[in-house]
């Protein structure tokens, strides 16, 4: 089976799977971070190496200050005690986004989750939370303009030499899913899915089980990737 090695998910559709239950917004964040905890583990079950998952963005500050709290609550509980399934199956996990305006408490509690699975090879969870990918290439320019000042020599730099200057050292994403029905990629991981294969799906997210990431495999699995060449038979 051709399984995608990177992985990424925009995990839209909390909001409106509470709603319509008649719950608080915040619920279906909560649901939505068990079905967060399951497809991790199933991924790598899968044979996905990387799962990258998009969180909480730069611009999701703009939410009322009740969301936002909870969410940072969410993440705290989670990595502080909810994360030890992820740990016990090998997983490391690294969190991606600027850490400015993050709350203290939180800023320990990735510390404490990124700490605590450090050693982890089973596979990786990349959390992106006060994550946007202009600001992450833009970090990246500013840490590259460092090093050509102290004497980097860029005369043969590549496209493949600029990942080591994003947030995580990670391979290219392979395929991206998006749940809850909207067509965007609402500024995510802009470099790393130069390549990627394109998912969407209607499901909200926490509904978004093993089966549902089941078919966005057979899809990858039944795409032929070109990468801007032709395929084995067409060039033949
Ligand atoms: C987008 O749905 C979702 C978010 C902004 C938050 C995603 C967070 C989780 C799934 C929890 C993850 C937990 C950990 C520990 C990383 P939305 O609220 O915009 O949904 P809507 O479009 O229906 O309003």
């Given amino acids: 089976m051709n399984v995608p090695k990177h992985v990424a998910i925009i995990m839209d559709g909390n909001g409106r799977w509470a709603t319509n239950r008649g719950l608080k917004r915040s619920m279906g964040h ?4 068990k079905t967060l905890e399951k ?12 799962l990258s998952v998009y969180a909480f963005s730069t611009d999701n500050f ?6 936002v709290d909870y969410l940072m609550d969410l993440f705290i509980k989670m990595f502080n005690t909810k994360f030890e399934k992820i740990n016990k199956k090998g997983i490391k996990v690294v969190i991606s986004g600027r850490k400015e305006n993050l ?7 990735i510390n404490t989750i990124e700490e605590k699975t450090k050693n982890n090879s089973a596979g990786i969870l990349n959390i992106c ?13 500013i840490k590259l303009a460092e090093d050509i000042k102290n004497g980097l020599d860029i005369k043969n730099f590549t496209k493949e030499d600029f990942y080591h200057y994003l947030y995580q050292d990670l391979p290219p994403i392979d395929l991206l899913i998006r749940t809850g029905g ?5 500024n995510f991981m802009l470099y790393e899915l130069s390549y990627s294969e394109f998912y969407f799906t209607n499901t909200l997210f926490p509904d978004f089980d093993k089966s549902e990431f089941n078919k966005a495999l057979f899809m ?17």
Wanted: glycine share 10%; net charge negative.
């Fill in 30 to 33: 909560l649901e939505g971070s």
């Fill in 39 to 50: 497809l991790a583990i199933h991924a790598i079950d899968m044979g996905v190496k990387i």
């Fill in 62 to 67: 703009k939410r009322s200050k009740e969301e």
């Fill in 103 to 109: 709350r203290a408490d939180v800023i320990e509690a």
């Fill in 129 to 141: 939370l006060n994550y946007g990918g202009q600001e992450e290439i833009i970090d990246g320019a």
């Fill in 182 to 186: 909207e067509l965007r990629l609402s």
């Fill in 220 to 236: 990858y699995e039944h795409t032929d990737r070109r990468f801007g060449g032709l395929n084995v038979k067409e060039n033949n």
